[in-house]
């Protein structure tokens, strides 16, 4: 039996805490071998940590027979001690007549503790993977407040992104899900991103030639993928949590997959025309268990450089708002 691996979630009492919680329980995170000791963050209050205790009545419930330890917490010094994974899932919503600004200072206080907290108790081998919104400037933020831990062990989702973006392919293409294989996003996780569809292909052909519609790819397809964050909204009256919980099974699983090729929001280092100090949606391979290498060489013609130019201007300008607080 290999050694529990810690696994620290914030928010775990909310929507998509309640779908993650029993994947990672069950293996799907880590894989069949290898068990985990879950450590649950939640905001200290009292509803949220009911609701938590609650939800380790569940986990019991499972006998799960890789789930090792349960710990439930409100103070992060806690709930991150050792962690060798931290997953940040709790973030503030936006409530009604808030600016996105506003909202990128409120969780930006969050992140700033989280990742001082992280960096001081978490293992020496952790691995931080953001999925709180404002996702890739929270985890900017988080990594800016390391000393210890390298910017590139912190990551922001944008896994949902491309899985949204393989099945809109597929159903227009008419074919398996499977047969879509190298759509990647780029940038931020908002409607600004850009699902690279020149890249795709479709039952090993270019998708562009398959689908035959430049139009449809450079408009519609786009324009789905980036909102259908807030179609989900629309329609359920609740954020994505079964499919967003479901992504981030997907995001680690393959970054503890060697070989694995998916699509990360990391510290971009200037690549693809992306502001040095951005964490930006891009393709990576992992190498080994936990770290990635960024694909790099996909030629970008005029469309796909100037849907890049508008999401890293919109990184760019997240990183102005909260300059003061992270400098
Ligand atoms: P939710 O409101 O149901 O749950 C959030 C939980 O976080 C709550 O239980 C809350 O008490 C907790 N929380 C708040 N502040 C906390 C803190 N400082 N420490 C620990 N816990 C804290 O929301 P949800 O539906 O689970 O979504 C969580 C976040 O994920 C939201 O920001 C949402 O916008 C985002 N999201 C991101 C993606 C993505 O693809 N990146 C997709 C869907 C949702
Ligand atoms: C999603 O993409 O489903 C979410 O990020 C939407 C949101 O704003 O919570």
Redesign the pocket.
């Known amino acids: 039996m290999k050694t529990p691996i810690r696994v620290a979630v914030?928010?775990?009492?909310?929507?998509?805490?309640y779908s993650l919680l029993f994947r990672i329980a069950s293996g799907a995170m880590f894989g069949p071998d290898q068990p985990v000791i879950l450590q649950l963050?939640?905001?200290p209050?009292e509803k949220?940590l009911k609701?938590l205790e609650g939800v380790a009545m569940e986990l019991d419930d499972c006998a799960f027979p890789l789930l090792k330890g349960i710990i439930q917490t409100?103070d992060?010094s806690i709930g991150f001690k050792d962690a060798n994974w931290c997953l940040l899932?709790?973030?503030?919503?936006r409530g009604p007549g808030m600016e996105r600004a506003d909202l990128l200072k409120d969780?930006g206080k969050?992140f700033i503790?989280?990742g001082q907290i992280i960096d001081a108790v978490a293992a020496a081998d952790a691995r931080i993977a953001v999925?709180?919104?404002p996702?890739n400037t929270n985890c900017m933020i988080a990594a800016s407040q390391a000393k210890r831990l390298p910017a590139e062990r912190f990551t922001?989702?944008?896994?949902?992104?491309q899985n949204r973006a393989q099945s809109q392919l597929a159903k227009k293409a008419g074919v398996d899900l499977t047969a879509v294989q190298d759509i990647f996003i780029y940038g931020n996780?908002s409607p600004t991103m850009f699902p690279a569809f020149a890249h795709a292909t479709i039952g090993g052909q270019p998708a562009t030639k398959v689908i035959n519609d430049d139009t449809w790819l450079q408009g519609p397809f786009c324009e789905t993928v980036g909102k259908r964050?807030a179609a989900i909204i629309a329609a359920r009256g609740?954020?994505?949590?079964a499919s967003?919980a479901n992504?981030l099974v997907d995001h680690v699983r393959s970054l503890v997959t060697p070989g694995a090729i998916h699509s990360v929001a990391v510290k971009s280092q200037g690549l693809y025309g992306f502001d040095a100090n951005v964490w930006a949606g891009m393709p990576v391979r992992t190498t080994t268990a936990g770290s990635y290498e960024v694909i790099t060489g996909y030629a970008m013609d005029a469309f796909a450089q100037s849907k890049i130019a508008a999401t890293n201007k919109e990184l760019v300008e997240e990183r102005a708002f909260v300059a003061d607080m992270i400098a």
Request: charged letters at 10%; zero cysteines.
């Open positions: 914030t928010g775990a009492a909310g929507q998509i805490g963050i939640e905001a209050i949220a609701a409100a992060a899932v709790g973030a503030k919503p969780n969050i503790g989280q999925v709180g919104n996702a922001a989702m944008v896994r949902l992104d996780h964050g609740a954020s994505s949590a967003a992504a």
